[in-house]
């Protein structure tokens, strides 16, 4: 069997999930490739491997094909490993089996069990626990204290990271408080927009900024992530990779309320939220410590490592003893339409 890897993505958020994985890869001397589908080539960098078409893919023959998604061609060889795009458990389609993977990778027992579940149910995939690769990079990122980790020297430090719909997003809502705030000089403000976020807010946003509150275009979170003593946001999905750090979140009408948060209805509530939250509330802590440990408990920058480690063992120990996955032949149509690919598998 080839040492190669496969990665098939066609969402330009599975990079940030699939590179951690790629560094793995490489350290065991392994050969990665990347067929994208829907998405410019020039979003991989010049010592990533791209394979152009499915001759290409079936010639390098990958042992196992990683998925962020919730679809793999079933004429692509190698084991078909599911590794999700995020945390979003309450979304509908989450716990979906859609016939076309070998092993899920969960990232905690929110996960796992529900999966465990439906494979003793459907007896043809495997579970397997092993954290999510993407959550690899916040827990490796290594400050240099410059830029944003210069600012932890100062005053502390609120990362403001609202969602982008229109319906959901805080940041038009509460932008006369941070306004307020930041002219107040008792902490310091970092704002980063999602890049759909509307075009006119982020020009106001731009507006209010000064020596307490800087406006953050780099597309990598993580620096502000780590920077950062509270996250202020709303429904984001960024929220928990900021509680995975044991750092409190203040939401404003979130959709996803908890214990472990603190969440505000009204923009004059945020200064005392700030005040308190930066206590770290021995309750809310409590609530937040057990939250990591259901949601995802590994903090050790390792899961892409566990994520090689159990395709492994699935080849070894459940390949052979699993049943046939269905036969699936309209998802398996139209998989071959998106594809412009109708030969045999």
């Not at 290594?142 to 932890?152: H, M, R, V, W, Y």
């Not at 979140?249 to 939220?273: M, S």
Request: with cysteine; charged share 25%.
């Amino acid at each position: 069997m080839s040492d190669h890897y496969l990665f098939f993505l066609n969402v330009s958020y599975s990079f940030a999930i699939l590179r951690p994985l790629q560094e793995a890869v490489r350290r065991r001397g392994a050969k990665v490739a990347w067929f994208i589908h829907d998405l410019d080539p020039s979003l991989l960098k010049k010592n990533e491997y791209l394979l152009e078409n499915i001759s290409q893919v079936k010639n390098f023959n990958p042992k196992a094909v990683f998925v962020p998604g919730n679809w793999v061609p079933d004429f692509f060889p190698g084991v078909k490993v599911e590794l999700f795009h995020g945390f979003g458990i309450e979304k509908k389609g989450h716990f979906d089996i859609r016939g076309l993977f070998d092993l899920y990778c969960t990232h905690g027992p929110l996960t796992t069990k529900p999966f465990k579940t439906l494979a003793a149910r459907h007896k043809y995939f495997a579970v397997i626990e092993t954290g999510w690769p993407k959550i690899d990079t916040l827990f490796n990122y290594q400050p240099d204290n410059s830029g944003i980790e210069s600012l932890k020297n100062h005053k502390p430090v609120i990362l403001f990271a609202p969602t982008f719909s229109p319906s959901l997003s805080s940041a038009p809502k509460l932008m006369k408080i941070i306004k307020e705030l930041s002219l107040a000089g008792k902490y310091k403000w970092l704002v980063k927009f999602h890049p759909l976020m509307d075009e006119n807010i982020v020009k106001q946003y731009h507006g209010i900024k000064g020596p307490n509150l800087k406006i953050i275009d780099d597309p990598d979170i993580i620096p502000s992530l780590r920077a950062a003593d509270i996250m202020l946001s709303d429904t984001s999905s960024v929220v928990v990779e900021f509680l995975l750090l044991n750092k409190p979140v203040i939401t404003f009408k979130t959709k996803k309320p908890g214990p472990y948060i603190k969440d505000i209805q009204h923009p004059d509530e945020l200064a005392p939220a700030l005040d308190q939250m930066l206590t770290r509330p021995k309750e809310i802590m409590k609530h937040l410590k057990k939250f990591i440990s259901q949601m995802h408990p590994y903090n050790d920058g390792r899961s892409s490592e566990r994520v090689l480690a159990a395709t492994d063992r699935f080849i070894l120990d459940y390949r052979d003893h699993l049943k046939n996955k269905p036969l699936n032949l309209w998802r398996k149509i139209q998989i071959r339409r998106r594809l412009r690919y109708y030969g045999l598998a």
